[in-house]
């Protein structure tokens, strides 16, 4: 069985995905894990709390997978392309994860949004620096600037959840080889 945080993080998670935040009571959220509104505040003093967690769950494994992927990759082409199937293959191992945190962010108060919003960035660095350092060795075009060219990659990758399904005819790391493909080709020189 399950630790109780994980266990309380676990069953918002499915909560949050099926009926939406809003609509998720900490009752709802206790009965379902079967323990006592004691508990949950234990370990987290508000709903609010579980949504942070939820997020930390999924970028956490992203930033680790990113970084080794800095770590282990010695020319830009080949870390993009890591990058962004790693990128691809996270958002459909935590499907429920990221659908709760794209559909509930909003909900996060001011000061773990601040801390969201500070590791996203760090995440995004990660594909932008890869970007520019492919446009200075020349292997990138340079019309498009690298900031440009990483929102665009986010959004071609992060709006799968809305689509990607385990049964699809692709797995999630064939769609990240066909958007690196995709991406790449538009972005190399020759």
């Known amino acids: ?8 993080i676990r069953v918002a998670t499915a909560l949050f995905s099926q009926r939406g935040y809003d609509a998720t009571s900490v009752n709802d959220i206790v009965e379902a894990a079967e323990l006592t509104k004691g508990a949950l505040y234990y370990y987290f003093s508000a709903k609010e709390d579980l949504l942070y967690a939820i997020h930390q769950r999924f970028i956490e494994a992203e930033m680790a ?17 890591q990058l962004i199937v790693s990128l691809v293959d996270s958002i459909a191992e935590y499907h429920d994860e990221v659908t709760v945190f794209f559909r509930e ?29 492919g446009q200075s060795t020349g292997q990138f075009q340079t019309a498009v600037p690298a900031r440009l060219m990483t929102l665009a990659l986010f959004g071609q990758c992060n709006w799968t959840y809305t689509w990607m399904r385990s049964s699809g005819v692709y797995s999630p790391e064939q769609i990240g080889e066909r958007f690196a493909d995709l991406f790449l080709n538009g972005a190399l020189t020759s």
């Open 1 to 8: 069985m399950a630790d109780v945080p994980e266990r309380l």
């Open 65 to 81: 997978h990113a970084q080794t992927i800095v770590e282990t990759t010695a020319d830009p082409v080949s870390r993009l392309r």
């Open 105 to 133: 962010m909003h909900r996060l108060p001011s000061a773990h949004f601040e801390k969201v919003r500070r590791v996203r960035d760090a995440y995004e660095s990660i594909f932008e620096d890869t970007i520019r350092w």
